[in-house]
């Protein structure tokens, strides 16, 4: 396990596998690994990007926070940083987190650590800080995720548990073999499917597509934007309005139950709910029928469009897909709940190829062959304190503590935190109105970060400790949905200071007196063998650990799976109940009718947002802004290496926008653009496009918050969406992020075009000379 100066090692990365040429200790070249037919281009952003002055060196402490000044005076973000020693650095962490729990209690101490890190099983920086964090008394966590909370709350009302959104997907194979039509809302971009967190063996998702459309299964796109869908698969576009996903789903609903072309049985022996449901479709308590006209009026898709919709489910076995996207807003819950009415309606649920299914382009794993057993992972051990917050509530947790509020049917306050750690994550990527996390910020006493780059969050922390690549350290890659495991040998030395996630918290444990707990006597290495030791356990067939370490990797032999989600329900719903309050598919649901929250109530309905193109607001802010996941990166990862780069327009993120909104505003293709609305403004290069629905905009995330503070405003040089999105949970149930319900205005930016910041470190001081670097 030891370095040489010329090498090509394999290594796992989220958007796959690739060999990685080392010469004289840095990495010169990356190729994709063979056995991958469709490789993610992102891999090419590493060459060059993992060294240089975007890398935190040494450890640094914010000069506020060690000079005690008042964050009014020296706020975080704006602050220069002293370089300390590693020794001082971890003996002022292990003091403070032994002072707030003293003091405070552990609950004081905000440890969600929500983010994606790298992939690596061993040193998963959010396995690594919370097993450590539980050994000294615990953290307030977080619950859910970003990507899909409302999605995660709702769904086991009304099927019993996450199926169909996080496992168990009905397959491809099934589909491509038995299905006739698909509607996709939100498409199925390949841009996506590049991704799966832990890592991808080989990237299946367009051949899958491929395979389904010769097989005649036709693809009806239904987004905002065309390209939603890939150009090698044919398919229709039906374009609608950002976030009136449910009001299309409900009016189809409607039709079927109407024209009577529904699959009664299916209703009368598998759902609870269908009085409440149909009531609501028919307006029997606000007086307005959904029908195909109401839905056109809101979607924009013409009435006679929907009714052929209507009339194409109910003569075809039917797969209703919907993203992850669309639940990323006001009343996210309501298009989940919508499409699995309408797919019980259909009759199709549980029968091979038809149903409903989330997230099916959101991941590369997703409608693959599942494993049926998951990897071991390393232990976190258990949390003593009970404390925790939806994930997305964050600012609301920092800027008011003791506060009441509601979530999932329970009424909470916001714990004090007094010191927030963070390792693994960019939350000045991943949360919404950016501006307001920059004030709940300045909150509490201190702020830990463990990051690789000086990215946002590390420069908006007080004590910045210099963390290791993936590529820097020895580790194993098992990949979830994926018969592949890599040994993710050490190919690069640690970069000047930086050390493992694991290293670091050991060193704090030893002060604190728990080392042994924490490492249980075991190295890095001897801690990967251990999971691959594991691994073995659940699948015999895996060569012993010195035969994989040296061949670098393992596939495996796995039989194909023909699984559809809720088969087995179908064919003995007495043997197979669901694990729903009935038993059966909910379309109506009494617990959730009894939180009495009017923005979900207990089924499927559509609500008028406050940011929609509908809206009042609509009349200052004309333009729906989507902020998708980014084509050329993993969320902020690597926004300074070459493949991130090359898509920027005068250095700013790339707006996409119709060329008639453009032309309203006198914008022309490559103008630097202003996009804003009341809660913040960004710049961004424009590009055109008539896959665009007119009205609608794509921002993608991840550029690197680049703030420049004038006149008491912020502007965000590079163009980071989340300096407009809003801070607000999509409902009480799910309290999940709604980043895409979203209004903003745009003109062209005359100014002189302000310098990008994002990737030149912060002012660095030395200690004794007080000088600048
Ligand atoms: N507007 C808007 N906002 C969104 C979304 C959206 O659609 N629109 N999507 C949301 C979604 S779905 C998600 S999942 C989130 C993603 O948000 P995040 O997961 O927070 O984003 P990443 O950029 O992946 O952040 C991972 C960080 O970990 C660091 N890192 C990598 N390896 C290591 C390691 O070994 N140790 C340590 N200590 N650090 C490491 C990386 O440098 C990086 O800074 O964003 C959310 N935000
Ligand atoms: N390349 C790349 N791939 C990724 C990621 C990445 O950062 N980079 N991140 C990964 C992660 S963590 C996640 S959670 C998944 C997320 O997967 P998704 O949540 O599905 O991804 P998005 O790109 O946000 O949205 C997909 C499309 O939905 C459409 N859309 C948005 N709002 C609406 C709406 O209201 N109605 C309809 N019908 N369509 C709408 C938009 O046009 C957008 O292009 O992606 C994963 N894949
Ligand atoms: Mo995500």
Redesign the pocket.
Request: neutral net charge; aromatic residues 8%; charged residues 15%.
């Given at each position: 396990m030891s370095l040489s100066p010329e090498r090509k090692i394999l290594t796992s990365t989220?958007?796959g596998i690739y060999e990685l040429h080392i010469e004289n200790s840095a990495l010169v070249a990356v190729k994709p690994w063979a056995e991958d037919p469709e490789p993610?281009p992102?891999g090419q952003s590493l060459p060059g990007a993992i060294d240089g002055p975007v890398r935190i060196a040494r450890p640094l402490i914010r000069k506020g926070w060690l000079d005690k000044t008042s964050r009014e005076a020296t706020p975080r973000g704006r602050d220069a940083f002293i370089e300390v020693s590693w020794d001082e650095a971890l003996g002022i962490v292990a003091a403070e987190l032994d002072r707030v729990r003293q003091q405070y209690g552990n609950q004081a101490i905000y440890a969600g650590s929500y983010g994606?890190a790298s992939a690596g099983r061993f040193h998963h920086a959010q396995s690594q800080i919370h097993r450590f964090l539980n050994l000294i008394g615990g953290y307030t966590s977080s619950e859910n995720?970003?990507?899909?909370a409302a999605g995660e709350v709702v769904l086991p009302y009304i099927i019993g548990n996450q199926y169909g959104l996080v496992s168990h997907y009905t397959t491809w194979e099934q589909i491509a073999s038995h299905g006739e039509l698909v509607l996709a809302?939100?498409?199925l971009?390949g841009?996506?499917?590049?991704?799966q967190?832990g890592g991808v063996g080989r990237h299946l998702h367009n051949a899958s597509l491929q395979r389904a459309v010769e097989q005649g299964v036709r693809f009806i796109n239904?987004?905002?934007?065309r390209?939603?869908m890939p150009e090698n698969i044919p398919s229709e576009w039906l374009p609608?309005?950002?976030?009136?996903?449910s009001a299309l789903l409900l009016a189809l609903c409607y039709e079927l139950i109407q024209q009577q072309r529904y699959d009664k049985a299916f209703i009368e022996r598998f759902t609870v709910g269908f009085e409440q449901i149909s009531a609501y479709l028919r307006g029997d308590n606000d007086g307005i029928v959904k029908d195909a006209a109401w839905a056109a009026a809101i979607c924009q898709i013409p009435e006679a469009k929907i009714r052929e919709l209507a009339d194409l489910i109910a003569s075809h076995r039917t797969m209703v897909m919907?993203?992850?996207?669309?639940?990323?807003?006001e009343f996210g819950e309501q298009?989940y709940w919508a499409a699995v009415t309408l797919a019980a309606l259909s009759g199709d649920i549980g029968l091979p190829g038809g149903g409903f299914g989330f997230?099916y382009?959101?991941?590369n794993g997703v409608g693959q062959n599942e494993l049926g057993y998951r990897w071991p992972s390393l232990p976190q051990g258990k949390n003593p304190v009970a404390e925790s917050i939806p994930v997305a509530r964050l600012a609301d947790m920092l800027l008011a503590p003791g506060d009441e509020y509601d979530f999932n049917g329970m009424t909470r306050r916001y714990p004090d935190i007094r010191l927030v750690y963070w390792a693994g994550g960019n939350p000045f990527h991943h949360h919404q109105d950016l501006n307001r996390l920059v004030k709940a910020w300045q909150q509490p006493e201190t702020i830990i970060v463990q990051e690789p780059f000086w990215n946002a969050t590390a420069r908006h922390g007080d004590i910045i400790l210099p963390v290791t690549t993936s590529f820097e350290r020895n580790d194993i890659a098992l990949v979830n949905r994926d018969n592949t495991i890599v040994a993710m040998k050490k190919a690069l030395p640690a970069f000047r200071e930086a050390r493992d996630d694991y290293h670091i918290f050991q060193s704090i444990a030893q002060q604190l007196g728990i080392e042994e707990n924490f490492t249980l006597g075991r190295t890095a290495e001897e801690w990967v063998e251990d999971l691959y030791e594991q691994s073995r356990k659940r699948n015999p067939l895996l060569p012993p650990f010195d035969q994989f370490w040296q061949e670098e990797v393992v596939t495996f032999a796995q039989p194909a799976s023909h699984y559809n989600l809720l088969e087995d329900f179908r064919a003995d719903p007495a043997r197979c109940p669901l694990m729903t309050a009935s038993g059966r598919i909910e379309l109506y649901s009494q617990p959730v009718a009894d939180y009495g929250y009017t923005e979900c109530p207990g089924h499927a309905v559509w609500r008028e947002p406050e940011e929609w193109l509908g809206a009042p607001l609509a009349r200052t802010y004309p333009i729906h802004l989507?902020?998708?996941?980014?084509?050329?990166?993993?969320?902020s990862?690597y926004d300074h290496g070459k493949v991130s780069q090359s898509a920027k327009i005068h250095g700013r993120n790339r707006l996409l926008m119709h060329p008639l909104d453009a032309q309203h505003r006198g914008i022309v293709a490559g103008d630097v653009v202003r996009i804003f609305n009341s809660r913040g403004q960004c710049l961004a290069g424009v590009k055109l496009s008539d896959a665009m629905m007119p009205g609608?905009a794509?921002l993608?995330?991840?550029a690197w918050f680049d703030p420049l503070y004038q006149d008491g405003e912020c502007l965000d040089k590079q163009g980071n969406p989340n300096v407009l999105t809003q801070d607000k949970g999509s409902s009480r149930l799910s309290q999940g992020p709604s980043c895409?319900s979203l209004l903003v205005e745009i003109e062209r930016y005359i100014s002189r075009l302000p310098e990008i910041t994002a990737f030149t470190p912060p002012q660095i001081l030395r200690r004794c000379q007080n000088v600048k670097e």
């Open positions: 989220h958007w993610s992102i994606w995720t970003y990507s899909s809302f939100g498409g971009p841009r996506n499917s590049q991704i967190g239904l987004s905002p934007c390209d939603d609608l309005r950002p976030t009136t996903d919907v993203n992850w996207a669309i639940q990323r807003a298009p997230g382009a959101c991941l989507l902020s998708p996941q980014p084509a050329d990166k993993l969320h990862q609608v794509q993608p995330t991840g895409n």
